[in-house]
């Protein structure tokens, strides 16, 4: 396999970003002129990373680039900073994630990689962050990929908000901060209250009401795009705080009779490494079925 670590102007982002890239490369076997002239595409995998991580976690912390090459996929790993691969309009010049991977992205990969353009070749997953954003992005196209894996995460569901629709992002974000403990937190410490992140995500639009029905708020949007999702495999440890959610989550789709879904829970493992290191050769072989 070959690893390229690129950094290119994004247009869309107006900034540099940061993109690992793994190929494969022949075999020993192989005549490399051949190999490399061939018109040959290989599923990619949009590979995203977790809160407070970048591009390099899956090349730093797993053994990612080997079962690429064992599995025969090309694995795309962006920089999406922390912003949760959600649009971010008041950050820089209006840092917008998802109008980045999907226009420009993606058609950086397909024109300089032999990546197969078609949905049955791309497939999405990521840990934590990197699995909320896995469903953002596959809600907003499910037509682009033949199936996602979240990995330790959970849909993101406030109930509590639905009293303070009519508040702007401004008035909720100056009443949360006089107490965070009014509000519970989705997956932090649940001592300290509703976090600034998730006042971040919420208080960035307009009204709250125009936060409900983003594509942020993944819990009401799963309702509205389960039945046109591509198959889903969703993993979390039994010891991970997720764990609780994801079990929701299941439950969530059997009442709905989703029958592309599938969840496997594994005793002894946190949100930790370790686990994802497992969880992304599960999600590669279920890929290729």
């Known amino acids: 396999m070959a690893v390229h670590r690129i950094n290119f102007k994004s ?17 020993r076997h192989q005549n490399p002129e051949d ?105 907003m196209h499910p037509e682009k990929f033949g199936a996602i894996a979240p990995l330790s995460c959970s849909l993101r569901n406030s109930p509590f908000l639905q009293d303070y629709q009519e508040y702007t992002g401004g008035e909720f974000r100056a009443l949360a901060m006089k107490n965070r403990q009014m509000f519970p937190t989705e997956w932090a410490d649940p001592s300290e209250g509703i976090s600034i992140k998730e006042l971040n995500a919420i208080c960035k639009y307009p009204t709250i009401k125009e936060y409900l029905n983003s594509y942020d708020n993944t819990g009401s949007r799963y309702l509205e795009t389960y039945s046109r999702l591509p198959k889903m495999y969703y993993t979390c440890g039994t010891k991970d705080p997720c764990y609780p959610k994801g079990l929701e989550f299941e439950k969530l789709t059997h009442k709905l009779g989703v029958e592309n879904a599938f969840f496997e829970y594994v005793p002894g493992y946190a949100h930790e490494w370790s686990f994802w290191d497992l969880a992304i050769q599960k999600a590669m072989d279920f890929f290729a079925r």
């Open 11 to 27: 247009n869309i982002l107006e900034m540099p970003v940061d993109v690992n890239v793994i190929t494969p490369t022949p075999k």
């Open 35 to 139: 190999y490399y002239t061939s018109e040959k595409k290989y599923p990619v995998l949009w590979l995203l990373h977790g809160g407070g991580g970048d591009h390099n976690d899956w090349l730093n912390y797993t053994n990612i680039i080997r079962y690429a090459e064992d599995k025969g996929f090309i694995v795309v790993c962006p920089n999406g900073l922390d912003s949760d691969f959600a649009p971010q309009p008041q950050f820089a010049g209006n840092y917008d994630f998802p109008e980045f991977f999907f226009h420009e992205l993606m058609p950086f990969i397909y024109c300089y990689f032999p990546a197969g353009k078609e949905p049955e070749n791309n497939f999405m997953s990521g840990p934590s962050m990197g699995g909320s954003g896995t469903l953002l992005l596959a809600m």
